[in-house]
């Protein structure tokens, strides 16, 4: 089921999530309705529970064609992610579902490793590079209780979101 989007400044988007410490049909039902989520947005390559209005550790993601990924896991769903390694800097344009009229530049890792569990419960580790690090850090903040706006280079680095048609 495509959940409706959570808008800042809802409290949801600044509390840290809990972790999942079952996992069965619940865990199964809330991946089903982030990726349905995710995929019913038009630009979305990702959403977290929280942006959804649940406040659990998990989220999904999907850079599957985007221009700028080098890397790539295909669609999925990580519950309780937490990072293993991450090295290099780079700063790049983030928006997000939850800021709709806003994008910034924000510097993330270039690669990362992170370690967390399917909807089913087993453990998954992801090695990722480029978009998909940049992607997968952006859903990790908000499972912290940030968004990007927390984590822009500087002040005069925030945007106006350009319109597409």
Do not use: W
């Not at 972790?19 to 039902?29: K, M, N, R, W």
């Not at 519950?79 to 780079?90: K, M």
């Not at 990007?148 to 350009?162: I, K």
């Amino acid at each position: 089921m495509i959940r409706p989007v959570v808008l800042l400044p809802d409290p949801i988007l600044s509390t840290p999530a809990r972790p999942v410490t079952e996992f069965g049909e619940a865990t199964l039902a809330l991946a089903a309705d982030l990726l349905d989520t995710m995929r019913g947005s038009s630009h979305s390559v990702g959403v977290a529970a929280p942006q959804i209005g649940v406040g659990i550790r998990a989220f999904a993601l999907d850079v599957t064609g985007h221009r700028k990924a080098k890397s790539c896991h295909g669609e999925l769903v990580l519950f309780n992610p937490e990072v293993v390694l991450a090295h290099g800097r780079d700063v790049g344009r983030e928006g997000c579902m939850s800021v709709p009229d806003l994008t910034g530049d924000v510097a993330r890792h270039t690669t990362i490793v992170v370690r967390g569990y399917t909807p089913e419960g087993d453990e998954r580790v992801l090695e990722c590079d480029a978009f998909e690090a940049r992607a997968l850090q952006h859903e990790l903040d908000h499972l912290d209780g940030h968004v990007f706006l927390d984590r822009v280079v500087s002040s005069d680095r925030v945007f106006q979101r350009r319109v597409y048609r």
